[in-house]
Nanobody, 117 residues
Framework: QVQLVESGGGLVQPGGSLRLSCAASGIIFSLYHMGWYRQAPGKQRELVARITNDYSPVYADSVKGRFTISRDNAKTTLYLQMNSLKPEDTAVYYC???????????WGQGTQVTVSS
């Protein structure tokens, strides 16, 4: 019944931009911290950015100044604006929801981002 559906991935050239979206349903969205994670081939999944239920953001050092995470509680949607993309950003990007109180933790199926010339 809980669904996190990512969209917005694709192929872009270095220096380009993409905006990812994660539409959530089946949860009380405002009670959850939300985050974006990514996993490149042969690499471990890593945190890209996270935003708490009270709108406080945290970013990985590798994306600071280039990516912006945001959320729209009315639309129950999480966003990731990605600018100045680099080939190193190529990965599958996953949406995550973590309940502020309790053990609930959910993942989307991921969306592919490829940065290549």
């Amino acid at each position: 019944q809980v669904q996190l559906v990512e969209s917005g991935g694709g192929l872009v050239q270095p220096g380009g931009s993409l905006r990812l979206s994660c539409a959530a349903s089946g949860i009380i969205f405002s009670l959850y911290h939300m985050g974006w994670y990514r996993q490149a081939p042969g690499k471990q999944r890593e945190l890209v950015a996270r935003i708490t239920n009270d709108y406080s953001p945290v970013y990985a050092d590798s994306v600071k100044g280039r990516f912006t995470i945001s959320r729209d509680n009315a639309k129950t949607t999480l966003y990731l604006q990605m600018n100045s993309l680099k080939p190193e950003d190529t990965a599958v990007y996953y949406c995550n929801a973590e309940r502020r109180i309790g053990p609930d933790n959910y993942w989307g199926q991921g969306t592919q981002v490829t940065v290549s010339s």
